[in-house]
């Protein structure tokens, strides 16, 4: 590897501009705002991947609730839809609209007065007990702190899927699938493995364009308003949690904790008249065992029951799974942290202990619990990482 030639100094290093990564961003800012903060994304732009999932996936409502957000004051995204004239979603546990937390975003960004994020991608980090030396595709970057917010994990391809999943526009991961790009699937059969969030929202995205859909879940559609129990996210289960000392354990609740994908009520509503229509076809508690590829450039599910369901695409909307262990830049970091299942243990600050190293996001799962990866997470996040680093504590945030 070539050595880049420009080097950067900065307090803190975050790598990643999305919602974790902001979350932090912005707690430097209003507790220590002599700190200097430099993030680092693939693209110069804020909430790039965040805003692309939603758009590609025609989500145009978030799961959680309005108080769950980048911003360390919760009622603040509520009182901008107000003060900004946004529609409230009319959602059961009132979850913004996509649109309003964009909104919300660019401007809590814009008063911030953050800077783009840079263009950068780690290739190797070293660091000691005092100093990190990132080498970036675009430059070096020492710094005193690093902050790993970029939401490393592969995509869960399941075995059936491996062979088919190379040739081109047949079998896709969710997050591949982009329905705005999509005009018309008239004619088109299309089938989504899954059984949360986003198998809905593609499923209902296809039938829109006119496919006849197929949406394939291994368990009984699971109705439940939020992907994990709001107890997780207070002391109800996390007093328990925290005091569960054995990794194993804990990083085991957590997983049962979040269990596989869920819907609330309301989508599975839209799923349902569009299943009277006769567009969806919901097939429950079966999975694919096979797939054959046809001369019509589709392929055969074979399913367990033995049934036969031709398909012109496959979507899988099987999720993904956290592995930081898949930021290869990071390896020499990594060496003496232990792992379980994939998760780093991690003090309470969320640091890899000894490296001035923290992660945020769903790598945070053994110290922050099951909803870790989500807005919620972000916050909790920010405000830990935070304190260790800056000394200083925010007051309003209970965490
Ligand atoms: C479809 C969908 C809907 C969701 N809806 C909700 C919801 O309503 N409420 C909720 O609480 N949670 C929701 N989540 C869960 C979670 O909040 C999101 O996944 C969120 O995007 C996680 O934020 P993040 O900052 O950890 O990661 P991301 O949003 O993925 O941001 C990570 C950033 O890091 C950058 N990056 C990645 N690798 C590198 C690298 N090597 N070098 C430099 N930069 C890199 C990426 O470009 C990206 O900008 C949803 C998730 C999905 C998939």
């Not at 800012?29 to 693939?42: H, M, N, Q």
């Not at 569960?244 to 990083?251: D, G, L, P, V, W």
Request: hydrophobic fraction near 40%.
């Amino acid at each position: 590897m070539r050595r880049p030639s420009r080097v950067l100094d900065t307090d803190v290093c975050i790598v990643g501009a999305g919602p974790h990564g902001l979350a932090a961003t912005l707690l430097f800012k209003r507790l220590a705002p002599s700190v200097s903060v430099t993030v680092i994304d693939r693209t110069n732009k804020w909430l790039q991947a965040w805003s692309r999932q939603f758009e590609h996936a025609g989500i145009t409502v978030l799961r959680s609730p309005i108080v769950h957000h980048p911003y360390p004051d919760a009622l603040a995204l509520d009182t901008f839809q107000i003060q900004n004239g946004f529609s409230a979603s009319g959602l059961p546990y009132n979850p913004p609209t996509s649109e309003c937390f964009s909104a919300f975003c660019s401007e809590i960004i814009h008063d911030a007065g953050l800077d783009d994020p840079l263009i950068a991608v780690p290739q190797l980090v070293h660091a000691n007990q005092n100093q990190i030396e990132l080498i970036t595709s675009t430059g070096i970057i020492h710094s005193r702190y690093l902050i790993v917010a970029s939401n490393p994990h592969y995509k869960i391809i399941p075995q059936w899927a491996q062979d088919l999943f190379r040739k081109p526009n047949l079998i896709r991961h969710a997050s591949d699938v982009n329905l705005l790009d999509m005009t018309d699937l008239d004619g088109q059969s299309i089938t989504v493995i899954g059984g949360g969030m986003t198998a809905a929202h593609l499923a209902k995205g296809a039938a829109l364009k006119g496919a006849s859909v197929k949406m394939i879940s291994r368990r009984p559609l699971q109705i439940r308003n939020f992907d994990t129990d709001p107890g997780w996210l207070g002391p109800k289960y996390l007093s328990d949690y925290y005091s569960e000392t054995i990794a194993s354990k804990r990083i085991q609740i957590a997983q049962e904790a979040r269990g596989g994908g869920t819907i609330p009520p309301w989508i599975h509503d839209v799923l349902l008249d569009f299943v009277n229509e006769g567009d969806i076809e919901l097939l429950e508690s079966t999975e694919v065992m096979s797939a054959q590829p046809t001369s019509t450039e589709g392929c055969l599910l074979k399913l367990k029951d033995e049934k036969e369901i031709y398909s012109d695409q496959v979507w899988l909307a099987t999720g993904t799974c956290s592995s930081l262990q898949s930021m290869e830049c990071l390896h020499p970091v990594l060496e003496n942290i232990s792992f379980v299942d994939g998760f780093p243990i991690l003090d309470s600050s969320l640091r890899l202990k000894p490296h001035p190293v923290y992660v945020m996001g769903r790598s945070a799962t053994f110290a922050l619990g099951p909803a870790a990866g989500n807005l919620w997470g972000a916050t909790r996040a920010a405000h830990r990482i935070t304190r260790d680093i800056t000394g200083v504590e925010l007051i309003s945030n209970g965490s």
